[in-house]
């Protein structure tokens, strides 16, 4: 596969209502979840949904260390900090604009676009029974000095990684060492010299190795061949480098695929949820199996907010304010996917302990379903663009910047149990 392919940005995600006739036995399967996305577009008002992230015990552990003031309240009690409310937050500036960070990826500059309105940007997020402290950069970077961190994924793992690199240019701004980056830093790495701590992004959508069917044609609706057993070499080269690993996946399995098995060269349909179980398995197992010994975080699944009409049939997402945790649900397709990474992160997890991979859960999905209003809908390109409306990646600065409170929050908790900060 020739990587350039790829410059693109990932499909408008979502289930496509119109599959090449290559694929009839992929048609069968991808049809209930076209109509689940049909009816997820109306909204329910349910009562309290109930995410399934609160069977699962986060694998941070409450903070140790009284001298931090910044952390989260010290409680006997674990709080949950993916489970809670955004609430409104007037007073506070976002902490960064499109003037005053170069990072910003021209499709998720939604101050650049016009996006008229800015109430998006003055809400926190408020887990229940804790704070979670605003990013703090100075922190962030005594905490990963003299590491590396990378994202490997698709396009909303490097939305996170310009969100991540935003909120550090209030202290500094990093350099670009990489040898290979392409249009949309496809592979690439930056270097904070004052702070030796180095940041790279590795484009790898499907986590495994993989082809078009058809070269010459790259479409979110055209046929795209995966190597189940094969972990992308394209990532699998460089984890061992690395300190942290953040890995998402998610809106490219909508793409009719097929896999190959080993030692036989025909291929045969699969379905989004099988290709997607296997691609985290397949990953994971590459990281146990391997010379890899840091953290491994799995972000998890970041819904879409399609409204009205899937991503190519005039969906969009107008929405301006969050939805109250009562006000929608994780389900159909969404749900299935987000429960599939769970029980691949578990398995994942149990087996990275006897192997010395801390595998860890940064359980973005709960915070960001109740986010209709972050995303460019049409303010990712100029006005005078045909393009879709994207519901799916998040403006910058926007609610996405809360992964990294996470991605910090979790690292502390890391540091202050006395963890091993460096392998
Ligand atoms: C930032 O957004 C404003 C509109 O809010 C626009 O006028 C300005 O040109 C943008 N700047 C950059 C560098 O994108
Ligand atoms: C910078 O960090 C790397 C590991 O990421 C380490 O190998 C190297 O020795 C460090 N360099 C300095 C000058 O501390
Ligand atoms: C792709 O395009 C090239 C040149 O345009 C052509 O030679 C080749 O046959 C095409 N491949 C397929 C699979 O259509
Ligand atoms: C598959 O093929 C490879 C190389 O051709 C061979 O080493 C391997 O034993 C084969 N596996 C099976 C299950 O046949
Ligand atoms: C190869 O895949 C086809 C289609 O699934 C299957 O019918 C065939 O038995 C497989 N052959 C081998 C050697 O595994
Ligand atoms: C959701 O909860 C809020 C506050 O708890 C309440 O005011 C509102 O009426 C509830 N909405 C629905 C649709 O149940
Ligand atoms: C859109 O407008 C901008 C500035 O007005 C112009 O530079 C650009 O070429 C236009 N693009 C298209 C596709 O018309």
Not at 67 to 88: A, H, L, M, Q, Y
């Amino acid at each position: 596969m020739k990587k350039g392919q790829h410059h693109q940005d990932p499909p408008l995600k979502q289930p496509h209502s119109t599959l090449p006739n290559t694929t009839r036995p992929i048609t069968v399967l991808a049809l209930p979840v076209t109509l689940i996305l049909i009816t997820t577009s109306c909204l329910y008002y349910l009562p309290l949904l109930t995410l399934p992230t609160s069977f699962f015990t986060p694998s941070s552990p409450p903070p140790q260390r009284s001298d931090d003031t910044n952390v989260v309240r010290s409680t006997k009690k674990k709080c949950d900090i993916f489970t809670g409310e955004w609430v409104p937050n007037p007073q506070r500036p976002p902490p960064y604009t499109n003037n005053s960070c170069w990072a910003i990826h021209e499709h998720q500059n939604c101050m650049k676009f016009g996006r008229p309105d800015s109430d998006y940007l003055r809400w926190r997020w408020k887990p229940d029974g804790c704070e979670l402290p605003a990013f703090n950069p100075g922190q962030f970077l005594a905490l990963v000095q003299g590491k590396s961190l990378a994202f490997i994924g698709d396009s909303i793992g490097r939305n996170q990684m310009q969100s991540l690199m935003c909120l550090l240019s209030r202290v500094t701004y990093p350099e670009l060492i990489s040898e290979t980056v392409l249009k949309d830093q496809i592979i690439a790495s930056w270097h904070y010299p004052a702070f030796n701590f180095t940041l790279a992004n590795f484009w790898s959508p499907y986590l495994l190795l993989g082809s078009e069917a058809d070269p010459n044609s790259t479409s979110p609706t055209s046929l795209y061949h995966l190597h189940l057993n094969h972990p992308d070499p394209s990532w699998t080269a460089h984890a061992a480098r690395f300190d942290y690993l953040i890995f998402s996946a998610g809106h490219w399995f909508f793409r009719p695929l097929m896999s190959y098995h080993p030692n036989n060269t025909t291929a045969t349909p699969i379905s989004v949820n099988d290709a997607y179980r296997i691609a985290f398995r397949t990953a994971f197992s590459a990281l146990n199996e391997g010379r890899f010994k840091g953290m491994a975080f799995l972000r998890t699944y970041s819904p879409a907010h399609f409204e009205g009409g899937a991503w190519n049939d005039g969906g969009d997402c107008v929405r301006r304010r969050p939805f109250r945790e009562n006000e929608t649900r994780l389900e159909g397709y969404e749900l299935e996917m987000y429960m599939i990474q769970l029980e691949e992160f578990r398995a994942a997890e149990r087996v990275g302990r006897r192997r010395g991979v801390r595998f860890r859960l940064l359980d973005v999905t709960g915070p960001m379903l109740l986010r209709p209003d972050g995303h460019p809908g049409r303010y990712g390109h100029p006005k005078n663009v045909t393009k879709y409306n994207d519901c799916v990646h998040w403006c910058l600065p926007g609610p996405v910047d809360v992964w990294n409170g996470f991605l910090l929050h979790m690292l502390k908790m890391d540091n202050g149990r006395g963890g091993r900060t460096r392998v």
